[in-house]
């Protein structure tokens, strides 16, 4: 029989402490006591869920502690019932002919459901069974928190105190008058019972509100169980937070736009990393620093790992471990490796991460032009004998006086120059044409690897003009809206983040930006193309200047390119990194040289 209970009328306790900066309700921050459940069963005939098998539906809506309505119908599965589920829950297909179809209880059934929490025994069945009838008739699932009651009874119940959590078992341990029939109504009603008595329990563990029962009833550590309190009192701001140890170290330190939210995620079964599970054990206390915007906080991150190297921050702790590829400035130039820029002249390529990259960027550059590989300082008044390469005929032999040192300037060094600063198209050109030579000899492994040499020699020379067109500029003020209708401010100076403010909403943004200039850091530029900051921090900075909602307000300088400087091969950089990880070994390449003229490989 079809019977919803219309939900009686019912005053709501105060929930101010509860409201956020709009006005909303966060259920999760609810007590238990004030939260609204639908304690629901289903009957089934026993299959999987495919939108269909559904036979009963019973439901109980609970209040603190008080019912407030009831949901029961059977349900015409439209297909033949199984003997054993007779047998199992006493429902005849005589019983089911008349009832509705599953179509036809659905509305009602989401109308008694809204605004409550989901509540089942072994919930996700039932769920299933319900998405399934949802997405079959077109009816949208609503966001139901859904919080499972045998769940809760593995993480809140031991062994000694009951055998297994079957609802039965259960509901005989918390003294239910009314005990599982496998009939819809009465097996919810024996849940309510199940549920008070798992409520009252989670008193123990410190589990007050609904966010903490569904947390709970997952598998969290109990280290993070434990620690959990470390998340108590911090600001939902966009910000840094940073996990101290007892003495006062650093142990890890992170980011995030809502920083109360972000940390309470680590107390969660969410977190699964082992390397927190154990900082957390170390930790006593979080710190929270609030930061304008998000981009403020991300810069601040950077810098304070760069600063302290917590040990549980695996990325940007060490920044000053770069490496550079330098061209040395003397009669006949050559490629170095060098971890530190200065001012001798030379021509710098980077910054690389790890050697490794940067000699494979070097390679690049000897595939494509005649530079010496010798680490020798030639004389221009005496010889040194040959090496190898000169008799392969891959060194203009500058040792042996081969060739002058205008001439190797020119041949050799200069492209190398003009590749960093401007155009790269005549070294990327002799690249893609030792590639292609290669592919033709069907020498494709070999080909492969000038490949990856092209691909580091790309990013590095993309990525360096990318940062020179920016740390180029004394200053940059931009701004971008925010989600509250204000206006996030940034000043920039030599690539670094100088000022960060916010204005507030509906109020001019002039004056916020013009305190922010008179207040920012005094930025004093060094060497190389990262004068003031890492590139990583950089690198942040001009993700947010290029979204397509900042607005540059004023700039020092132009801000500015090489027209056909590297980022025109980005397109090319692309499709080699993709054929690189591609099994597929017969991936095109395709750029165009300083001529304009296509050029195309196989590799």
């Known amino acids: 029989m079809f019977r919803p209970v219309t939900q009686p009328a019912y005053v709501q306790g105060t929930l101010d402490s509860l409201l956020s900066a709009d006005g909303s309700v966060d259920p999760a921050a ?15 005939t026993g299959g999987a869920p495919d939108g269909g098998g559904i036979t009963e539906i019973g439901a109980v809506k609970v209040r603190s502690g008080e019912r407030l309505g009831e949901f029961a119908t059977l349900v015409n599965p439209g297909e033949p019932l199984p003997p054993f589920i007779t047998v199992l ?20 059934l989401l109308e008694f459901l809204r605004g409550a929490v989901l509540v089942a025994h ?8 319900l998405k399934a009838a949802c997405a079959r008739h077109g009816y949208p699932w609503p966001a139901l928190r859904v919080l499972d009651t045998a769940a809760l009874a593995r993480r809140a119940l031991t062994r000694d105190e009951v055998p297994n959590r079957k609802l039965g078992t259960l509901a005989q341990f918390f003294r239910s008058p009314v005990q599982p029939t496998h009939r819809a109504l009465d097996d919810a009603k024996a849940t309510v019972d199940v549920l008070h008595g798992l409520i009252e329990r989670l008193g123990s563990f410190k589990v007050h509100t609904l966010g903490d029962a569904i947390e709970f009833a997952k598998a969290v550590t109990p280290a993070q169980r434990r620690q ?3 998340a108590d009192g911090l600001p939902h701001v966009p910000g840094i937070y940073i996990f101290r140890a007892a003495d006062e170290r ?8 809502d920083v109360a939210t972000r940390v309470r995620s680590y107390f969660t079964a969410g977190e699964k990393r082992a390397r927190i599970s154990e900082m957390l054990t170390a930790a006593v206390r979080v710190e929270a620093v609030e930061c304008a915007h998000p981009l403020e906080a991300e810069v601040r991150e950077l810098r304070l790992i760069a600063a302290h190297a917590p040990p549980y921050n695996r990325r940007s702790k060490f920044p000053e471990r770069v490496v550079w590829l330098k ?15 200065a001012e001798d002249g030379a021509t710098y390529l980077g910054p690389f991460s790890s050697r490794r990259t940067a000699e494979l960027a070097a390679a690049g550059v000897y595939d494509a032009v005649p530079l010496r590989q010798c680490n020798h300082k030639l004389s221009l008044r005496s010889k040194t004998p040959a090496c190898a390469l000169a008799e392969l005929g891959r060194c203009p032999a500058p040792c042996e006086h081969e060739i002058t040192p205008e001439d190797y300037d020119v041949r050799a060094a200069l492209p190398f120059r003009t590749a960093t600063s401007g155009d790269p198209g005549p070294v990327v050109s002799a690249i893609l044409a030792r590639i292609d030579t290669l592919s033709q000899k069907q020498r494709y492994e070999e080909a492969a690897v000038v490949r990856s040499r092209l691909i580091a020699l790309l990013r590095a020379l993309v990525r360096m003009q990318r940062l020179e067109a920016l740390t180029r500029l004394s200053e940059l003020v931009a701004a971008r809206r925010d989600d509250r209708g204000g206006w996030e401010i940034a000043v920039i100076r030599h690539g670094r983040l100088a000022a960060a403010a916010t204005s507030p909403p509906r109020e001019h943004p002039r004056p916020t930006l013009d305190a922010a200039r008179l207040t920012a850091e005094t930025v004093v530029p060094g060497q190389g193309p990262t004068p003031a900051a890492t590139a990583e921090e950089t690198e942040r900075i001009l993700a ?7 607005r540059l307000v004023e700039t020092v300088g132009d801000w500015v390119s090489p027209v056909r400087g590297a980022a025109r091969f980005a397109a090319l950089l692309s499709r080699a990194e993709a054929a690189a990880s591609a099994q597929d070994s017969t991936v095109r390449l395709s750029v165009t040289d300083r001529s304009d003229d296509a050029h195309s490989l196989r590799l």
């Open 228 to 230: 959990r309190h470390l």
């Open 250 to 257: 650093p142990l890890y330190v992170g980011t995030s736009k």
């Open 544 to 550: 947010w200047l290029e979204r397509p909602d900042t």
């Open 122 to 129: 072994n919930a996700p069945y039932d769920v299933g069974f």
């Open 30 to 44: 609810l007590s238990l006591a004030d939260t609204t459940f639908v304690v629901l069963d289903l009957e089934t």
């Open 327 to 341: 061209l040395t400035a003397e009669a006949f130039p050559r490629l170095s490796v060098v971890r530190r820029l």
């Open 89 to 108: 829950t006493g429902i005849t297909e005589a019983m089911l002919r008349p009832a509705p179809p599953i179509e036809s209880v659905l509305p009602a």
